[in-house]
C-alpha cells in the first residue's frame, strides 16, 4: 500500500474518506497558508505512520500538499481536504461548500 496523506483544513470536516479508515493519525506539524492564516491539519493511516522511514516518504507528499494549498489560496481555501500519494493531488468538494453566502 503506499503511502497516502491527507490535509485538512483546520474548522472543517473531512469531506471524503480518510486514509487509513479509523486508525488515523494527525501529524504534529500542520502545514500553514504562506500568505494568510489558515491551516491544514495532517492524516495518514496509523501503520503507516508507524513505519521507520515515515519521516523521510512523508516529506515529498507533504510539500504537493503544502504546494496544493498554497494554490488553493486564490480560491478562498474553498477546497478543504486534500489527498496525495505523491504526483498527483486529489481535491475533495462539498457543493454547499462552493457556495458563497
Ligand atoms: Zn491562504
Known amino acids: 500500500m503506499n503511502l497516502k496523506i491527507a490535509a485538512i483544513r ?3 470536516d ?3 474518506n480518510l ?3 479509523s486508525f488515523t493519525r494527525t501529524l504534529e506539524t500542520p502545514l500553514h ?3 494568510c492564516d489558515v491551516t491544514y491539519y495532517t492524516v495518514v493511516d ?3 505512520s508507524a513505519d521507520r522511514w515515515f519521516a523521510d516518504n512523508s516529506r515529498p ?3 504537493l500538499l503544502r504546494k496544493a494549498i498554497f494554490m488553493g489560496h486564490s480560491t478562498d481555501h474553498r477546497v478543504t481536504h486534500f489527498e496525495t500519494e505523491g504526483v498527483v493531488v486529489t481535491s475533495f ?3 454547499e461548500a462552493l457556495a458563497k453566502p
Open 19 to 21: 486514509p487509513g479508515g
Open 33 to 35: 497558508c504562506p500568505k
Open 61 to 63: 507528499l507533504l510539500t
Open 46 to 48: 496509523w501503520d503507516q
Open 14 to 16: 473531512p469531506v471524503g
Open 10 to 12: 483546520s474548522g472543517t
Open 93 to 95: 468538494t462539498r457543493h
